[in-house]
């Protein structure tokens, strides 16, 4: 794969630090994160195959396991939390990133459960990033789009971008 265009890393309006990477494939961009610690964070995420009906009982646990195999649902989103190691095996294979794109952070935090960070803008924002202690939030609008990784200093969106160009070396 490869990337055609990285742009410089820059301020944002929110006071954090970006760059757009073209195309944006999540084999390559797994590896922004860092294996050494913290948890990713993948944001509301499609868990259900796109376009199609899926025994509620099999996703939502407890008490919808009593409604049994006829009572279905699609379009389910949740937040899923993991290792980086993890991430980087699985992320590849998350199911739906076509579809719906694909947002993940990752913090030397474990962050509360109801955290997203996706939607929140200005200065919340900045202040989420650097109270979590992001180390990179990385944006797939859809598999080979523009992608955007963001962090709270230049250092960790420069330390994530060497990361992907070291793991696409050891391809």
Request: aromatic share 6%; glycine share 10%.
């Amino acid at each position: 794969m490869g990337f055609h265009q990285i742009s410089p890393v820059a301020a944002t309006s929110e006071g954090l630090y970006a760059v757009h990477l073209w195309p944006g494939h999540v084999a390559d961009l797994v590896h922004a994160v860092d294996p050494s610690g913290g948890v990713v964070v993948v944001e509301d995420q499609l868990i259900t195959k796109p376009g199609q009906w899926t025994a509620a009982n099999t996703i939502l646990g407890e008490p919808w396991t009593r409604l049994g195999d006829d009572t279905m649902v699609s379009h389910v989103r949740a937040s899923i939390r993991m290792p980086p190691s993890t991430f980087v095996e699985f992320g590849p294979s998350i199911p739906g990133v076509a579809v719906a794109g694909l947002e993940f952070w990752q913090s030397t935090r474990t962050p509360p459960a109801q955290t997203s960070l996706g939607n929140k803008a200005g200065p919340a924002r900045r202040n989420a990033f650097v109270g979590l202690d992001v180390l990179a939030f990385v944006t797939i609008p859809h598999e080979g789009e523009v992608s955007v990784i963001t962090a709270p200093t230049a250092g960790r969106v420069e330390a994530a971008v060497e990361r992907i160009k070291t793991a696409r070396r050891s391809k």
